[in-house]
Nanobody, 124 residues
Framework: QVQLVESGGGLVQAGGSLRLSCAAS????????MGWFRQAPGQERELVAA????????YYLDSMKGRSTISRDNVKNTVYLQMNSLKPEDTAVYYC?????????????????WGQGTQVTVSS
């Protein structure tokens, strides 16, 4: 079983950037496909970005394409989400998740392990 801890959230002005980190422990990160989800108040949790075990394949929510980059360092057991040109509508709790599925996982049900989340607030 893997434990996930997110960090890097905070308050940023519109147009600013944040880099979220997800540190894994308990098992090597290379055993999992990884994803970043977000959930705003009153809304469903949605997949923002995902990355395969090797990092060769990535997926992005349409609204985040060109503004975000997901990456992973399997030696450091850490996954990152770099977000640029942030907008107020990006405000949400961001969650890191791990999937044992082969390939890239793009649905919430494929993810087996979740972090506690980190708050991202973008002011206008």
């Amino acid at each position: 079983q893997v434990q996930l801890v997110e960090s890097g959230g905070g308050l940023v002005q519109a147009g600013g950037s944040l880099r979220l980190s997800c540190a894994a422990s308990g098992r090597t990160l290379s055993s999992y496909a990884m994803g970043w989800f977000r959930q705003a108040p009153g809304q469903e949790r949605e997949l923002v970005a995902a990355i395969s075990r090797t990092g060769r394949t990535t997926y992005y929510l349409d609204s985040m394409k060109g503004r975000s980059t997901i990456s992973r360092d399997n030696v450091k057991n850490t996954v990152y989400l770099q977000m640029n040109s942030l907008k107020p509508e990006d405000t949400a709790v961001y969650y890191c998740a791990a999937s044992t599925s082969i390939g890239i996982s793009t649905t919430r049900l494929e993810y087996n392990y979740w972090g506690q989340g980190t708050q991202v607030t973008v002011s206008s």
